[in-house]
């Protein structure tokens, strides 16, 4: 064996103790040494040998005493125990057995024995954590292979007491086809029989790979060293003369089912251990899997979030640019026309000017009256081609090609103008006042401004069903500028409130609005470097308050950025 097990000897004598750690070292063994029972408890405590190796008489506790004590305490039980001794009496032997010990040997054993002994210890060795008692005696089954039909009876009579069953072969083959079709706990096997031997039985049995490997026990009338190792080598896990006293042998079949429950419950509790760690995986698995989904969501949201944006900032970069087009089509078109129109009026009212004063005799009254009319018509015509013309500059005022520059705005001239364009839905029910303070430029993005108000002023509009009023107020101070629109409609119910601002929510039926109005506005202001606050009180009547800074020196990213998209052809 080349594992390299760990030992613990709990000899008060140093010689024997130096003899034992000297043997097992040359094996390849860890070996530690502990001179009392307290001291090896203790060492103990820190971590289980792979095999206990314990004087039966020790200083203070005793060496049976401290393989009860191991055996009563859960967390160390589990360790196997081999105990020394210089008596050779078998009471000695069976008080050891009894107390706990899985094998018991003389301090004069052969060295080659008593390594034979330690090995087949250290192939069972295992930490677990076993339960002793009768209960688990009263669910072994036991089988007795042997020729002798006299010494079967004998045992059976002798294991009659015992709290387990027993039952019997005459013979190897008999006992294995047994083996294979029923599980044992343990078997007694005879060394010599005329079929078989024990050393057979017991190889036979480790090749068949039996569910439950029953522990071996070979009987020999005998002891021989050479049949012991060829036993132990075959895996056998004990061997006991057939002349020993029976209470040895009860004992020793009390410590090979112990330390085979031992394996069991090992086996037992590493499968628990592996379904424990193996649900505690699938649980951390699902956890993982429940916060992976929780980041995603969150980050499919947030990408949701941007991608909102960017649409908004698209729609209104792709509108204005439109807007900008269109104006400029329609001031281009209408303005060639009108300029002839006008400067025609103003040639036929020179022309009609030096009739009048070629004319000697005095005109009739009648005609007279009639020039007067064709002059107040031809004034109409120009008063309505002057309004034409304001149109288009209010057009070009809102559209504001210069949209991506920082520029020098009227504001009250703005707002004039958007109101010119909500002028018919306002006409005959809806009453605007005006409250327009000492300041009256701002440096902002005039286009984008524009908009804001456009939207802002156009929902008030639309919240007045019937009559009302909408208040538009102007100020400046503290470095900011204020833009006020109070309007006496329905309000905005406080559920809604802080969604208001969300792109693509809207209250109005479908058709009717795409809920990015007040959303690209915030986003606009922001991009001022200022904020929009929405005051909406229970009795009805809602107030938008613009609040820019005075001084965009900081706050001019925002048109930079439409800059970038336009020149990367965004419009």
Known sequence: MNHPYRILIVEDSSTQALRLRLLFEAEGWEVVCAETAETALAQLAGGLPDLLVVDYYLPGIRGD?????????????GVPILMLTVEEIHLAETRGLESGADDYLPKSVDSDILLLRVRALLRQSESAVPRWGDSFFGRARLLAIDDSPTYLQYLMDELRSEPYGVEQATGGEEGLGRLAGEPFDCVLVDLVMPDLDGIQVCRRIREMHLDSIPAVLILTAHENKDDMTRGLDAGAD?????SSDMAVLKARIRALLRRKFVQEENRRIVEELKNKELEAARTRAEKEAAEARATLAEELAEVNRKLKEAQMHLIQTEKMASLGQLVAGIAHEINNPLAFALNNLFLIEQEAQRLIGQIDPPLPASVLARLVRIRELRRDVQKGLERVKELVADLRTFSRLDQGNLTTIDVPESIESVLRFLHHQMKNRI???????PVHTLSCYGGQLNQVLMNIIANAVDAIEGEGTITISTRAGNGTFLISVRDTGRGIPKAIRHRIFEPFFTTKPV?????LGLAISYGIIQAHGGRIEVVSPPGGGTEFVI?????????SDYGASQNQRRSAGGG
């Open 65 to 77: 005493e401290l393989c009860r004590q191991i055996r009563m305490n859960v967390h160390i039980r």
């Open 238 to 242: 004990d061997f006991v003369g057939k």
């Open 431 to 437: 009453r605007v006042d005006k409250e327009y303070g």
């Open 511 to 515: 058709g009717r609005g795409t809920g």
């Open 547 to 555: 609040k820019i800074p005075l001084n965009l020196e900081g706050a």
